[in-house]
């Protein structure tokens, strides 16, 4: 029952958000306004187990996940202050390589911790208690420039936190920076202009590599230990392909579940936050922190309470140390998944050892291709335009290299758009009516189509391929993050391909490494 009850929320609030899109975004030229919050959010309750610290993290704090930082905290054994200066002295060190930062807020970061530590020692602390994280710079964050990388809000410093943003301050969390990101969000990152910045942090030498898409600069903040934790956006795979591709562990969840109330839009129907972390018990955490109604975002109203995470993400050990499921879960494995990718079929073996887990092949619908194909996937683009079409408007430079992305929007007709809410709906029905009926979650090639339907997916690692992360993608049914983190969990109980980290780069690189410049063609053909 309870399925099907999520079921019927589920459909009803994409059907009034497909409808609602225009209306939400009617205040055009208010993307730039300040985001209304009434009131500040209460502490959330979660509570942070007392999970043991490994040695790696009792030896340098930025090696520490988030939940081993807050232990290593609440047991007196380390300070935020330390732990915020260790993440700056990185920083210092290396960011001018990675250039994951837009701005570093360390003056303030560090005055925040003082606070923090000190209202540990009044026996007063929130469940971050102190902890240092990364921001995308699409998210509101008072008085600290937000610019989404863009020429339109480069001037731009709002007077009030996002909602997701305010909620991570109140449980204590520390705003170290603004991470680096695609022009608007729209492709990996770069300069407005198209000069890419953020690099992968597996390869700080081969700017080529691609690092994930636009929320690459919270993804190598994290990956290359400079924040503990970060929050990205996603619309077309901004947080599980950052995640994948910088070994870490990124959730999207269904959409509404976290407020987008002072996040810089790109599509009504699809952008979603969630967190990019360094395994599931970390992203957990922080999305039970991030999550919950907002009255400023009708997306977030009337939906099933939110599951605990922080169990889902605790692995399940038998006396003899053998881990199992917490619940029996079918896993659905479509049609050429592991084609060509060795990783993903030694995904499978493990994930087919962990008692619990059943492998399940699933087909998709006949006319998969078709609904998943670009013909419906560019209703998107009408969904960015109308919020900027002041902006359009007045000046095209302003959009820099996503021009194109852009002035695409403007020539899909209204029926398109209204087609292509259709064209969702049967697809998200054929979804739910058709592989999820034979599975709990499912794995996935590509994050688009769980983008399109508003469906919760986690991205996590899984090896390596010539030295750069793979990962995999899981998605689950509407409001069903905790299945995700049950699965992640087992199996990174298993391995340890969560717990490597790259090589710091080179303080003196032997040759000047050329960054390349976008056109507007490949950023248009890239974009998200």
């Given amino acids: 029952m309870g399925r099907d009850l999520n079921r019927r929320t589920f459909l009803a609030a994409s059907a009034a958000a497909g409808g609602g899109g225009a209306l939400a975004a009617s205040a055009a030229p208010a993307a730039a306004a300040p985001a209304r919050r009434p009131e500040a959010p209460a502490v959330p309750a979660v509570s942070v187990p007392d999970l043991p610290v490994r040695e790696a993290a009792r030896h340098d704090p930025t090696e520490a996940t988030l939940a081993e930082a807050v232990v290593l905290i609440r047991g007196g054994r380390l300070t935020s202050a330390d ?13 001018k390589t990675y250039q994951a930062y837009a701005e570093v807020t360390g003056k303030q970061a560090l005055l ?6 000190q209202a540990h020692k009044n026996g007063k602390r929130g469940p971050l208690a102190g902890v240092p994280l990364c921001v995308k710079d699409n998210y509101f964050t008072k008085g600290v420039p937000t610019r989404a990388n863009s020429f339109i809000f480069e001037d731009f410093v709002p007077v009030t936190d996002a909602t997701a943003v305010a909620r991570l301050k109140v449980a204590g ?8 990101m695609g022009p608007l969000a729209t492709t990996r990152a770069t300069t407005p202009n198209g000069l890419i910045t953020t690099v992968n942090a597996w390869t700080p030498d081969n700017p080529l590599i691609d690092p994930g898409g636009s929320s690459t600069g919270p993804a190598c903040a994290v990956a290359g230990r400079m924040a503990s934790s970060s929050i990205g956006t996603q619309t077309g795979g901004s947080i599980v392909n950052p995640a994948n591709r910088q070994n870490l562990t990124g959730l999207k969840p269904t959409m509404g579940r976290v407020s987008l109330n002072g996040v810089i839009p790109l599509s009504y129907t699809r952008d979603h936050c969630g967190p990019i972390a360094r395994d599931a018990m970390d992203a957990a955490i922080m999305l039970t922190v991030m999550a919950g109604p907002d009255a400023e975002d009708p997306r977030t109203q009337g939906l099933p309470r939110l599951p605990d995470l922080v169990r889902a993400a605790t692995p399940v050990v038998s006396p003899k140390g053998k881990v199992r499921l917490r619940r029996p879960t079918r896993i659905g494995v479509p049609p050429g998944f592991t084609d060509g990718i060795a990783r993903r079929q030694a995904l499978l073996d493990t994930l087919a050892d962990l008692p619990g887990v059943t492998l399940v092949e699933v087909r998709y619908p006949a006319d998969w291709s078709l609904l998943t194909g670009s ?9 960015r335009t109308e919020p900027f079409r002041h902006w359009l408007r007045q000046d095209l430079t302003k959009f820099g290299v996503s021009v194109l992305g852009w002035l695409q929007g403007l020539m899909i007709s209204g029926d398109e758009w209204i087609t292509a809410q259709r064209a969702k709906h049967h697809l998200l029905r054929a979804v739910l009516d058709g592989p999820f009926d034979h599975c709990d979650v499912l794995l ?3 994050p688009v189509p769980f983008d ?4 919760p997916e986690i991205g996590f690692p899984i090896g390596f391929t010539a030295g750069v992360p793979t990962g995999a993608i899981l998605g689950g049914a509407p409001y069903e993050e905790d299945r995700l983190l049950e699965v992640v969990a087992a199996y990174q109980a298993v391995t340890d391909w969560h717990e490597r980290r790259p090589v710091d780069p080179a303080l003196e690189p032997v040759k000047r490494v050329v960054r390349p410049l976008l056109d507007a063609v490949e950023a248009a053909a890239a974009s998200a």
């Fill in 452 to 455: 399109i339907l508003g469906l």
């Fill in 173 to 180: 969390g520390i705003l170290l920076g603004k991470g680096q």
């Fill in 112 to 117: 925040s911790a003082y606070a923090a530590d």
């Fill in 375 to 383: 013909a419906f996937n560019a209703a998107r683009l009408s969904e």
């Fill in 83 to 95: 732990l915020v200066q260790a993440y700056l002295d990185r920083i210092d060190k290396y960011d």
């Fill in 444 to 446: 996935q090639t590509s």
